[in-house]
């Protein structure tokens, strides 16, 4: 089982940047998948970017050339890079991590951008 804690949201001017961690209990290394999704009020979970063992990292087209995922494999820590960041991007968000069948969730952070 892998537990992951989130931290690093908080409330942020519209143009301004942030850095969200993703601490695991499991080496990065038996993680084949780690993800940000994110959840506005009222609006169903999206995936915000995905980070893989192997490939290049994927990003939803909301947040490409904004956004920044990165892995710290000797940290356990996966990070969210959110620069230029706009009112729309406020939401909670999670943390989520898929190894073999299992795919894990952290309790989120909240991310809050005025306008």
């Known amino acids: 089982q892998v537990q992951l804690v989130e931290s690093g949201g908080g409330l942020v001017q519209a143009g301004g940047s942030l850095r969200l961690s993703c601490a695991a209990s499991?080496?990065?290394?038996?993680?084949?998948?780690m993800a940000w999704y994110r959840q506005a009020p009222g609006q169903q979970r999206e995936l915000v970017a995905t980070?893989?063992?192997?490939?290049?990292?994927n990003y939803a087209d909301s947040v490409k050339g904004r956004f920044t995922i990165s892995r710290d494999n000797a940290k356990n820590t996966m990070y969210l890079h959110m620069n230029s960041l706009k009112p729309e991007d406020t939401a909670v968000y999670y943390c989520?991590?898929?190894?073999?069948?299992?795919?894990?969730w952290g309790q989120g952070t909240q991310v809050t951008v005025s306008s």
């Open positions: 989520a991590a898929g190894q073999g069948d299992s795919w894990y």
């Open positions: 499991a080496s990065m290394f038996s993680i084949n998948v």
């Open positions: 980070s893989t063992r192997f490939g290049s990292p």
